[in-house]
């Protein structure tokens, strides 16, 4: 065990002294995340916000002068243009935003009909569809109002029904709802990318840059160094996952403080953060185990690379089916590797703890990686994987694991 | 002297999916004894390396075995490792470490003890002059400090073997004459030196006893005089020469 934390400390040094590692497991999670997420914030809003302070530009064309004509000319969010003389090509340049066409009200009804165009692949005039909405909305409101007056009755006399809504999850509970959806995904594929640097580096890389003699010529058991190498991906990953957990909450509280709806509160219950730590770090060791086997396999840091991107890509389709619609962690998806994880995370961060299920995912979770362990294991125990020697690539792997299977038989 | 190494018909076979079954070591037996400095002389390629390999417990023998100050190189490979100190052109340094983290390192990994380890690494810092580089890191360094921090790191643990392949190559002159130097230290400090060479001076000015390697098989084993009655040659060069000839006719 002594052996294993000397090895240990002394990789994580050296690994905490590598650029790229420091920037894929630390630097990119912390900030990277959090700066991109509060520039989108700060981007969204500000458009948001020159957008709700420009004018919409319309052109109207009445037959007879309308109460809808009138509203928009006293509405200050719009600016009522001369007419043009080709509308329609003046809403598809851009010149104006929507062009608005009143006929006369019909004489038995006092129906008025309006059609109106707008260019839908322009921000402006989006805008100006909804605040048209709005107005006719308010004008039509005010229009019947007046009608039933006439007749001596109000809106009331003809309400049938009347209906008040009321939502009864907390801020709180919104807000465990939007990290419960978007934090699994992001989650898996952050603490994968935090593993995967580390795990060629003191594989593959060890071999790549002759260390790999020298240390396997000291008086340390092979198995404890290999234990040392493993215990720095495990805590790299597991790492990479802690950082994102914060960045990403903070970055999304912030996100959301800045669009300022106060019925989203964003924040993760104490026993979620526990359990999401816990699960988390039994699959670090899972994705850990995966990509030192992988990486052992290759000869320098490249090779290294191309046999870990695969399974890193890999991992998207179980972890994409835990966030598609309908899909929940119960006694079925708690036996697929990887979605029952993001699932996992999904509930618990949602605040739902649904036992056997959860015991099924850490269990197999637990099974799967001490069983890429064992073969990581052999694979290391190859004399000519282990120095990087001979013809071996990843296609010998099978070929270890009937071996194996026949030694232990 | 007591016999600190015991190479007996060592055999190594690879399979090389191109080239098929290869015998890099063919039957190889050769007996070392503490203060003393035992050479390999071979061409490339001819079964030096991958023979210090299996004594340093890199490779594992196809069949044979060896014994390294008591221990056996299969059963007992963890306690012959700790018994030695090995160095070679592939035993690189770790670059993001500085001289005096990789000797505190590789000293904790050889169970050197923690009471003395800070004294023997200082000791080490000033026999290899490496006072004034030991906090740079090791990638900032130049070959020939390389050299002295790697020649430091192969005895931190004061092994009572050590084993050398080819260390002097790709050193400047001065290095490798420090290198040497140290390596003729070694006997007088009562150590079992195996020292793998193709350079003939080298082999001349260090070793006791030398074993000319060609094609993995030992031709001849013996002290310089011993391989001069043995050939009739006086140069080590025409030496080593009538023995490789006779050899390749022997193989043929």
Known sequence: ?409 | MSSMISADTLVKRYHDPARGDLLAVDHVSFECREGEIFGLLGPNGAGKTTTLRMLATLLKPTSGTAVLNGYDVVRESEKVRASIGYLSGDTGLYGRLTPLETLRYFARLNHFPEGRLEERVMSLVREFEIERFADVRCEKLSTGMKQKVSIARAVVHDPAILIFDEPTSGLDILVADTLLTYIERCRDLDKCVVFSTHVMSEAERLCDRIAVIYEGRILAVGSLEELRSLTGERYLEKIFRSLLESGSREIA
């Open chain 1, 1 to 409: 065990m002594r052996l294993i934390g000397t090895v240990f400390r002394t990789e994580l040094r050296a690994a905490l002294r590598d650029r790229n590692t420091v920037v894929y497991s630390l630097v990119i999670p912390l900030a990277l995340y959090p700066i991109l997420f509060w520039g989108i914030g700060e981007w969204f809003s500000f458009q948001q916000g020159s957008l709700e302070k420009q004018k919409s530009r319309v052109v109207i064309e009445e037959e007879a002068r309308s109460p809808l004509g009138e509203a928009i000319a006293a509405d200050e969010r719009w600016r009522v243009s001369e007419r043009e003389t080709d509308a329609l090509a003046a809403v598809s340049a851009g010149e104006i935003d929507a062009f608005v066409r009143i006929e006369a009200p019909s004489s038995d009804t006092g129906t008025w009909s309006l059609h109106a165009w707008f260019d839908e692949a322009r921000d402006r005039s989006r805008v100006a569809k909804t605040r048209l909405g709005e107005v006719i909305e308010e004008t039509d409101r005010a229009l019947v109002e007046d009608r039933l007056l006439a007749y001596g009755e109000t809106n009331e006399t003809f309400a049938i029904i009347n209906m008040e809504t009321e939502n009864i999850a907390s801020a709180k509970e919104v807000g465990q709802t939007i990290l419960a959806r978007v934090l699994p995904m992001l989650l898996v594929f952050m603490l994968s990318m935090g593993a995967m640097h580390p795990a060629v580096d003191v594989l593959a890389g060890e071999k790549e840059r002759k260390t790999i003699e020298t240390i396997l010529v000291s008086g340390a058991p092979r198995e404890a160094i290999l234990a040392g190498k493993y215990l720095l991906v495990v805590t790299a990953a597991f790492a990479a996952l802690v950082l994102n957990l914060i960045g990403m909450v903070l970055a999304f509280k912030h996100m959301f403080s800045m669009m300022g709806d106060a019925k989203i509160q964003i924040a993760i219950p104490f026993t979620s953060v526990i359990a999401v730590l816990f699960a988390g770090l039994l699959f670090a060791a899972f994705v850990a185990a995966v990509m030192v086997l992988f990486a052992s396999f290759a000869r320098t840091f490249k090779e290294g690379q191309s046999y870990v991107t695969p399974f890193y890509l890999l991992m998207m389709f179980p972890t994409l089916l835990a966030v598609m619609p309908g899909v929940e962690l119960d006694l079925r998806t708690a036996w697929i590797p990887i979605t029952n994880v993001a699932l996992l995370f999904r509930e618990v961060i949602a605040g739902n703890f649904p036992w056997g299920p959860i015991a099924i995912t850490l269990g197999t979770l637990l099974l799967t990686t001490a069983f890429v362990i064992a073969i990581a294991r052999r694979v290391y125990a190859d004399e000519e994987l282990r120095l990087g020697s001979g013809g071996k690539t990843l296609r010998s792997l099978p070929s270890i694991i009937r071996r194996s299977r026949k030694r232990s038989a």
